[in-house]
């Protein structure tokens, strides 16, 4: 029984843990839309904001710690197309509900 119960309890952990680090964010997105080219002015670099888009969404993280002038403390680089790099990192989508939604990027 008690084996039944602690499988149960670390299953549940798991299953938590991973939906809060993969779950997709439900807030509106403004209407703004971007193309590659305008997203790319979005540098962080001489002042600009520092914007990234992953899956389609954009989101602002200027001002954030892990992004100081558009690049981020693991090498990535602001006003790019970042999806697949997210994907790979150790929080997964989890720290993108704490930037702001700004637009959606543009299918080519």
């Not at 403004?30 to 899956?55: C, H, M, W």
């Not at 990535?76 to 930037?99: F, I, T």
């Amino acid at each position: 029984m008690k084996k039944i119960f602690l499988f149960t309890a670390v299953a549940f952990s798991v299953f938590y843990i991973y939906s809060s680090l993969f779950a997709d964010d439900n807030r509106p997105v403004p209407d703004r839309s971007f193309t590659v080219e305008e997203l790319s002015q979005f540098d962080g670099r001489k002042g600009n904001k520092a914007y990234v888009a992953i899956d389609g969404i954009v989101y602002d993280v200027t001002g954030n710690a892990s992004w100081r002038n558009g690049r981020h403390k693991r090498g990535l680089r602001a006003g790019n197309d970042l999806s697949g790099m997210l994907r790979k990192s150790p929080h997964g989508n989890s720290v993108l509900k704490k930037m702001a939604i700004v637009g959606r990027l543009e299918k080519k």
